[in-house]
Nanobody, 122 residues
Framework: QVVLVESGGGSVQAGGSLRLSCAVSGYTVNRYCMGWLRQAPGKEREVVASIDRYGSTTYEDSVKGRFSIARDTAKNTLYLQMNSLKPEDTAMYYC????????????????WGQGTLVTVSS
């Protein structure tokens, strides 16, 4: 009954920005780890950003300083602000949530959405 619905993906030129949103139902955004994962063709799926129940965030090295994860508990929505986008950021982006407590939010996740495609052209 946990449903995560991503939106905000699209096509953008290098250097541009996008803001991804994840509408969450059946789960509260500050309960356990939540994150944004991405999968590019021929590449390993990776956690690009995460946020724990206390609001502490982690970022994959390649996006640190450019991406920012945030949540709005009133709207029960998770966001990913992506700035200074690069062609290598092109991927399907997934919102994800963990079903239980943990201390390593960059690890595996239990729930995820259908994804939203981000394409960055050079």
């Amino acid at each position: 009954q946990v449903v995560l619905v991503e939106s905000g993906g699209g096509s953008v030129q290098a250097g541009g920005s996008l803001r991804l949103s994840c509408a969450v139902s059946g789960y509260t955004v500050n309960r356990y780890c939540m994150g944004w994962l991405r999968q590019a063709p021929g590449k390993e799926r990776e956690v690009v950003a995460s946020i724990d129940r206390y609001g502490s965030t982690t970022y994959e090295d390649s996006v640190k300083g450019r991406f920012s994860i945030a949540r709005d508990t009133a709207k029960n929505t998770l966001y990913l602000q992506m700035n200074s986008l690069k062609p290598e950021d092109t991927a399907m982006y997934y919102c994800a949530a963990r079903a239980g407590p943990g201390i390593f939010c960059a690890g595996s996740y239990d729930y995820w959405g259908q994804g939203t495609l981000v394409t960055v052209s050079s």
